[in-house]
Nanobody
Framework: QVRLVESGGDLVQPGGSLRLSCTAS????????MGWYRQAPGKERELVAE???????NYADSVKGRFSISRDNAKNTVYLQMNSLKPEDTAVYYC???????????????WGQGTQVTVSS
């Protein structure tokens, strides 16, 4: 069994910062890409940032220059540093990981349960 557990969501004022964390645990053999998505009320889930097995990162245009994704591969953990937060960043943030559970298993995508980020004064 594989679990992705997120943490770090909170209520923050506009202009503030938060750091989200997500750790993959359980039957994890190898992790390839890890990333963050978000879903605001009444909207579709959208990519925020993702990082492949190497160091290349991809960001949504709306967060470029404000958010930064990083990984600790030894801990199967991905972080999302969010600065200069805006009310429109309010959403449930989901962690996503592409991983395999054994050498012979295929790569499969897994999701975390989500963590709420609310930006409001």
């Amino acid at each position: 069994q594989v679990r992705l557990v997120e943490s770090g969501g909170d209520l923050v004022q506009p202009g503030g910062s938060l750091r989200l964390s997500c750790t993959a645990s359980g039957s994890v053999f190898r992790v390839n890409a890890m990333g963050w998505y978000r879903q605001a009320p009444g909207k579709e889930r959208e990519l925020v940032a993702e990082m492949a097995g190497g160091s290349s990162a991809n960001y949504a245009d709306s967060v470029k220059g404000r958010f930064s994704i990083s990984r600790d591969n030894a801990k199967n953990t991905v972080y999302l540093q969010m600065n200069s937060l805006k009310p429109e960043d309010t959403a449930v943030y989901y962690c996503n990981a592409e991983l395999k559970r054994s050498l012979s298993a295929p790569y499969t995508y897994y999701w975390g349960q989500g963590t709420q980020v609310t930006v409001s004064s």
